[in-house]
């Protein structure tokens, strides 16, 4: 068994060895960390998430809700189930709806148009064909 | 259809203080100093953006812009072709809520904010860029930079109808370290994030600065910074700001197990077990899991002998 190499190729060996950790360290340094990217898409869902929650138990959409014979718990189940786009999607919706209730007309349809995109998402009703 | 224009048109015309229920801070805001930039044919974006990122402090024309976000085919201008340009010159482009209190709070706070505006009806859209400049809170107007118009004074319902039926979008340009009012402590950090994948670590470093001065009782928020810093190679620093994300949130699996491995490269080995083992049973169930476990295994292997600055892991309260 040879154990002694000669001098070319123990130099080249070590430069190749020297070349691989140079290139490993930060590899290494990095390796098994969780990125910010990974958080902040949970993070970004449970505030929609938080925020659909807001809309559903408002007093007036509850009623409109009911109205459509829909259980606002029912609801709320079905969005917690919504995928990330589509939940964020809800979510800017729910942002847009008129926030006084002061039982205005254009708050009324507002309100009646908004339940009625909800149940589009949670696939309750087909009203708008946005999807699939 | 046309019942249900007639019925905007008439709720629209019947509310006249939107700015002042909008909370407009002031009785007038014009923020002069926005370059303008007349469109082209119908290169409303690159003009638009161009004079939002001036705004901000680059200095870019329009011309320069058109290979950048113009589509010939589609005569326009794609809204996350022009968040991605901003990034791509060094800016955070953060997408504001869509309401208007979050464009009047930025007018407010001197930012001009690019929108988008549709001129047709919903399902017949006639897209447009603008840069909101100012308003005029008596006049009940918005004051824009809009196609070859300097200073256009828009009625705010009229501004309002238009922006509405383009989803309330607004973008703001800023410089990183910068913060919209009314932002969200996650988007921000998305954006950030997003702009550090563009730009560079070293740009966006001072945004996850900025967001742990905003929000420092937000675990989130630190744990990015840690991640900054790490890309920074700076990991002194990224312990320090995954050990406030602990302070803040103790069962977040994800600056933990970051926080252990750190401990483990310097040497920190029981230190680090500690950290992991609360990892692994914070993990459990969730989408982390198989990454936690990884780094127990990582760890488990050994290390380099013990430093001599490790933190001391939390002792078991006596039994007796």
Known sequence: MKTRHSVPVRAVAGVVVTAFLAAALPLKAYAGMIGTDTVVQQSTRAENLARVRTLLSREDVQHRLQMLGVEPADALQRATALSDSDLAQLSTKADQLPAGGDGGLFALLGVVFLVLLVLDYLDVVNVFHHRR | ?320
Not at chain 2, 158 to 185: C, K, M, N, Q, Y
Not at chain 2, 220 to 241: V, Y
Not at chain 2, 279 to 303: H, K, N, P
Request: glycine fraction near 8%; hydrophobic fraction near 50%.
């Open chain 2, 1 to 320: 259809m046309p019942a249900a224009c007639l019925l905007l048109v008439a709720a629209a015309g019947c509310t006249t203080t939107r700015l002042r229920d909008a909370g407009a801070a002031q009785a007038a805001v014009e923020l002069v100093a926005v370059p303008f930039y007349a469109q082209t044919e119908h290169q409303c974006g690159p003009a638009a953006l161009a004079a939002s990122l001036q705004a901000s402090g680059v200095a870019i024309e329009p011309d320069a812009l058109v290979r950048e976000v113009y589509l010939p085919a589609l005569k326009g201008s794609l809204q996350v072709e022009l968040q991605a340009a901003a990034r791509r010159h060094g800016r955070l482009a953060y997408r504001l809520p869509p309401t208007l209190p979050a464009l009047v709070h930025e007018l407010d706070a001197g930012r001009p904010v690019l929108v988008l505006q549709n001129f047709g009806l919903v399902h017949a859209p006639l897209w447009h860029y603008a840069v909101v400049i100012g308003y005029d809170r008596t006049g009940d107007r918005f004051l824009l930079r809009t196609g070859t118009t300097r200073r256009q004074a828009l009625a705010a319902a009229r501004f309002d109808g238009t922006w509405r039926r383009a989803g309330r979008w607004g973008l703001v340009v800023l410089r990183p370290g910068e913060i919209p009012s009314g932002a969200s402590a996650a988007e921000y950090v998305s954006a950030a994030q997003a702009l550090a994948a563009t730009a560079g670590p070293a740009l966006a470093t001072p945004a996850f600065e900025a967001a742990v001065m905003q929000w420092p009782d937000e675990g989130l928020t630190w744990f990015a910074l840690g991640n900054a810093r790490l890309s920074q190679d700076d990991p002194r620093g990224a312990e320090a700001a995954f050990g406030e994300a602990l302070a803040r949130r103790p069962g977040d699996a994800a600056a933990r197990n970051n926080l252990a491995l750190l401990l483990a490269r310097r040497g920190c080995t029981v230190a680090a077990r500690a950290q992991i083992e609360r990892a692994l049973a914070d993990s459990a169930g969730t989408a982390l899991a198989a990454t936690v476990e990884e780094s127990v295994a990582e760890i488990g292997a050994g290390g380099p002998a013990a430093a001599t600055d490790c933190p001391v892991p939390p002792q078991a309260p006596p039994t007796d």
